[in-house]
Every structure is written in C-alpha cells, then in structure tokens.
C-alpha cells in the first residue's frame, strides 16, 4: 500500500513535471519552428521588416496596400500593418510590438510621444471628418456647422424622433475621439449624458467600413473620414450631410517608437518610412491616391509651410535623423 | 455592386476567384493549413502522450482532471488569443521570442486551444476500448508494455478522429489568431481573418470565396474522420 502511495505521487509529480515542460514547450517549439524563417520575419533579427500599427480608415481605403506596394518594389523593406483603432495602435506601440504608428488623433498622440514612447512625429496628410446620415435627413442637420447638428441629433435622439439613430465607432479609435471631442463642444458629458441615452446612440465597436455598413442597415446618421466613405459609397445608401466644417478637420501623423524604449525595433526601418512618407514622392503618391476611382483625392498632404501654421500646427517637412 | 443580388454576384465571383487559383486566396489557404496543420501537430505531440498517461495510471483527482479538460474543450478562442498576446507581446514573458505578430505566434496559440480537447479526446477514446479487453490482454500474461501498446493499438482510429476534430477546430478559429497574428496581408492574414476582413470592407465575394474553400476543408476532414471511423 505504501510503495503505491509512492507511485503515485511519483506519477503525480511527473505529470506535473511534463505539464510544465509542455508549457514551455508551447512557447518555444514553434519559435523553433520559425528558425528557417527569422531572417527574413523576425523583427528582432531583420531590419528588413517593419512592423506598423495603424488606424481601420487608412486600411479600408486601400491606401495602405498602394503605400506597401510601392514601397516593398523601391527596398525591398517588408511593411507589415496591423490595422486597429488609433487608440489601440497607440498602446500596442506602448507595448514595444511595432516599431511605428501611423493614426490620427492630435491629442492621443501628444500623450504617447509626453510619455517617451514615441519619437519624430511628422505629419502627413488630411482630409475632412463628415457627418453621412439618410438622404431624408430625419433630424434636419443641413447647412448647420459639425456642432450644431450633433447638438440637433441629440435633441432628436433623446426626444425619440422617428428615424434619428447615431452610430458610433465605440472604439476608442482616433474617429471616435474626435466625435467625444465634439459632443463635449455641443455642450455634453460624454460618459453622462451620451452613453446609454437611448436607442438613438448605437456603438459598433468596430472599424470604420464594418460601422459605416451598420449604419448604413439602421439609416443612421454616424461620423466617418471622408476617405472611407468615398470608397464605400457605392455600397451605401448613405449620404453626406455635412462637409468641410472646420471643427472636422482630420489629420494623419506618423510616429516611430521610441528604441530607447524598446531597443529591438526597427528604429531605421522606421526613420527611412517616415521619411520616404514626407518626400516628394510619398506625397504625390498620397495626393494622387483615389483620384482615378472616386474623382477626388482621399487625402491631402502637406506642405511645409502650410503645415506648421494653425489649424495643424505639426512638423512635415524636416527628414527625421537616421540611426546608424 | 448595390444593384443586383450581392449573394448570388459574390457567389459567381467566388467561383471565379477558386477556379483561377488567384493568387491571394491560394496564399492565405495555404498560410492557414500551414498554421493549423503545424499546431495541430505540435499539440498531439504533447497531448497524446500525457492523454494516454492519465488514462493508464490511477491517481486522486483523475476524475477532476478529465472533467476540467472536458470543460476546456469549450475553451474560448479570444481568451486563448488574449492570454497569449499578453505571454507573447514585447512587455510580456515570451516577449523576447518576438512571436507576437508572426505565424509562430499563431501556431503557438492554436496549439495551446486544442490541447485540451486532444488530451481529453485520447483519453476517451482509450477508455472505449472494452475493459474485460483489456483485462484479457493482461490475462494473457502481457507485460505492462504490450498491454499499452496493445491498447493504444486498438484505440489508434478513435484517437485519430480526435486529432482531426482539434485540427477542424483549429483552422476553423478566428478570435486566437486575429489577436496574436493581427491580420498582416502576406503574414499573418488566414481563412477566418480574411473572411472577417473582406467583409468589413465589404468584399462579399473575397469572403464567399475564403468561406467556400474553408468549408472544403471541415468538408475533407470531415470525409477522412468518416473513412477513418467506418474501419
């Protein structure tokens, strides 16, 4: 009976033992399994991949995918984009897994580059925020500024007007941000007075083309980059009801991580893209891209020195230093 | 592409996009089998033989442990891909084998789902295999190893089914592999990551194509796990 005892626990232990092992082994095997391949994907062992993180409207253009081929066929440099929202691609840049961002929220951004994590910020491009909303414009937002027509759809919303629904990102997404910062301006407390209002205020929690469909389903008003929209409105039956306010004003930064953070990022991958983005070639490219299939740009770049003045304030032209 | 019935458009189209092996849906296809495939075998290198382990050797709380791995068959995909994204990313454990973001990264998390279920499945399929079988075998005065060897050899098909269930499970996942791989074009983007993409940005047909060539798949394992069973 005792040496049973014995057995036991010896098996006992053993299993133990081989858990643990496999543990491990989950983790390790399959990087074992990469070897052949770290030349060429790991980022740690090539300075041939970039890693970026970046928003949902700058994937759903298809503008990342003209930017990759053009400049894979230039270097040779593998770019890798992760598209989540802003505030997402911000803190998994936090996190050290990418070595650059490309997003578009002013203020997020600030945050991330206060906090030593980001490096030569540049900008690199805009275009507008617009209001789309049905063709019926149930809460009567025309010709109104970005403002005023949120402060009308809440209105309507909380009155429960018929056929006034306001979908929103939900997603901390730079789209998201800005549409927070404008229900502060119109005078509300976001987490107060806006969440859990009522049925009109409806939150995806997804990217800008998934939400764009959603509402699009509920003929909801919702906020969208205008890039987005140009290229999903042949699938929609949505239509812009405002334009160009200035308060809607949408602006697209690039930033690298910080190495003296995380010293395994491709800190002159990161530093080349930056500054291949705001040559006269990236630009043109960027300027040009959408022209031919939705009549008009998606994006506008900028020019020094349109760019350090008011409303962008930012730094667009200086190349950022290149580590050796 | 509003007008006209966007289902029967997209299905013609996907039709088209399989019958021209464009290249895009061949990479992602072959990407995923190449994923599920390998984690599938990694997690029956360790998970039949710890399968078999617990189901030859008595010990307290067996009965708990084949009840907890029965519940993990259940295991949620996205807590895979969230509790690996924390173990794989740069601030992380596994941090420094820069795993996060590569088909690596996936296969480890893959493995880590269908652990579990081969452990479990192992275990039930040897215990299908008749006890006074068993008995008999010992009762023949087989050594202990010809008795597991004997036993494993009788339950190899049940164990075989089990391994083609984990890897339907497998490749078929979505919510591991977005969070640990992201979705990368030409890295780390799968089946199920391109079907959720294209019908974010509402490429129906992409994603009827994807949906079509991944159903083959459960179709031909599901055909294999038939022709296996009926011996």
Known sequence: ?324 | MVNGSPVVEGFIEAINLIVTLNPQVVEITIRSLYVSLTATFFASLVALPLGALIYFYEFRGKHALVSTLQTLYALPTVIVGLIMFLLLSNIGPFGFLRLLYTPGGMIAAQTVLIIPLLMGLTVSALSGIDRDKRYTITALGASRLQTVTTVIAEARFAVMSGVLLGFGRAISEVGAVMIVGGNIRGATRVLTTAIALNTSMANYSMSIALGIILLSVALGVNVVLSLVQRR
């Open chain 1, 1 to 324: 009976m005792k040496t049973n005892v014995a057995i036991l626990s010896a098996g006992a232990v053993s299993i133990l033992f081989i858990l643990a092992l496999a543990i491990g082994c989950t983790g390790t095997v399959p990087g074992g399994n990469e070897t052949p391949n770290a030349t060429t994907t790991a980022p740690a062992a090539g300075a041939n991949v970039l890693k970026i993180a970046t928003t949902t409207s700058l994937e759903n253009t298809g503008l990342l995918a003209e930017l990759e081929r053009v400049y894979e066929n230039e270097t040779g440099m593998d770019l890798q984009f992760i598209a989540q929202g802003t505030g997402q691609s911000l803190d998994t840049a936090r996190r050290g897994d990418v070595d650059l961002v490309l997003v578009h929220a002013p203020a997020l951004e600030q945050q991330f580059i206060d906090e030593g994590y980001g490096i030569d910020p540049r900008c690199i491009a805009y275009n507008y925020f617009i209001i789309v909303g049905p063709k019926e414009d149930p809460a009567g937002i025309k010709n109104m500024s970005a403002v005023e027509a949120f402060r009308a759809i809440y209105i309507a919303g909380t009155n429960k007007t018929a056929g006034v629904v306001f979908v929103s990102r939900g997603d901390n997404s730079g789209t998201h941000a800005q549409e927070k910062a404008l229900w502060k301006e119109a005078g509300y407390n976001y987490t107060e007075d806006i969440l859990d209002s009522g049925a009109w205020y409806v939150e995806a929690g997804k990217g800008m083309g998934d939400t764009l469909i959603l509402a699009n389903e509920k003929k909801a008003y919702v906020l969208t980059d205008e890039g987005t929209y140009l290229s999903f409105a042949d699938r929609l039956s949505l239509v812009p009801v405002i334009t160009e306010s200035t308060e809607l004003m949408n602006r697209y930064s690039a930033i690298a991580v910080n190495p003296a953070k995380y010293p395994g990022v491709n800190a002159k991958g990161a530093a080349d893209f930056i500054n291949w983005l705001i040559s006269d070639e990236g630009k043109q490219l960027i300027g040009d891209f959408g022209k031919a299939e939705f009549g008009k740009p998606l994006f506008v770049p900028l020019y020094a020195p349109e760019c350090t003045q008011p409303p962008f304030n930012c730094t667009c032209a200086e190349p950022v230093p290149t580590p050796a």
